[in-house]
């Protein structure tokens, strides 16, 4: 079945390190998103990419950094530099030419301890 | 500039009852509209969606929402609730029909009691 895999589902990190959250897709979607989600604050768009090796800032990417060297794979690493990192990170994507309809990953939770 | 406002973070019916799930929106341009669904620890399902085509949406698992643009609405409800509907529900709201563009709600949380 075609999806959105996201691993890990739960990750726990000591303040100051960094941490890679995996997402693949095989969808054949060109383009992917990552998003964060916090309660009562719905979710934020950390970063996104419409084409393989081409990526752009959402509205809270500091602290954040990606890359996308396959069409399947677009990491994302939450470094030391974000100040609250603990939160349900979503990977999405979606299809060029569609009207905006997101599939989601079942998402990773990080805790920092 | 675009946003979406949901009323109320959390809903409360009796199994059964009406689901009335607010969202209103504000837009320069007709809007591409939204609502997804998230079960607790998930990603969220897209429920349906409003495209310019025909202002009342039918989606999935019994859900409808009507386009509504002279309150600039796009309230979801569901005749009668079943305990499975229990979950987060999102409006979503794009001017231009592109992910990149989603500004989402903050959600409202669905509670059904028998």
């Known amino acids: 079945d075609g999806g959105i895999t996201q691993s890990p589902k739960y990750l726990f990190r000591k303040e100051g390190q960094n941490v890679t959250l995996s997402c693949e897709q095989n969808l054949n979607h060109d383009a992917m998103y990552w998003y964060r989600q916090d309660p009562g604050q719905g979710l934020r768009l950390i970063y996104y990419s419409q084409i393989v090796n081409d990526f752009q800032k959402g509205d809270i990417a500091e602290g954040y950094s990606v890359s996308r060297e396959k069409k399947e794979s677009f990491p994302l690493t939450v470094t030391s530099a974000q100040k609250n990192p603990t939160a349900f990170y979503l990977c999405a994507s979606t299809a060029t030419g569609g009207t905006g309809e997101l599939f989601f990953g079942e998402g990773s939770r990080l805790t920092v301890l | 500039a675009q946003s979406v406002t949901q009323l109320g973070s959390h809903v409360s019916v009796s199994e059964g009852a009406l689901v009335l799930l607010r969202c209103n929106y504000s837009s320069s341009v007709p809007p591409y509209l939204f609502w997804y669904v998230q079960y607790p620890n998930q990603g969220l399902q897209l429920l349906l969606k409003?495209?310019?085509?025909?202002?009342l949406v039918k989606g999935i698992n019994g859900f409808e929402a009507e386009f509504k643009k002279s309150e600039t609405s796009f309230h979801l409800t569901k005749p009668s609730a079943h305990m499975s509907d229990a979950a987060e529900y999102f409006c979503a709201v794009s001017d231009t029909g592109t992910a990149s563009k989603l500004t989402f709600g903050t959600g409202t949380r669905l509670q059904v009691t028998l």
């Open positions: 409003y495209t310019s085509a025909a202002t």
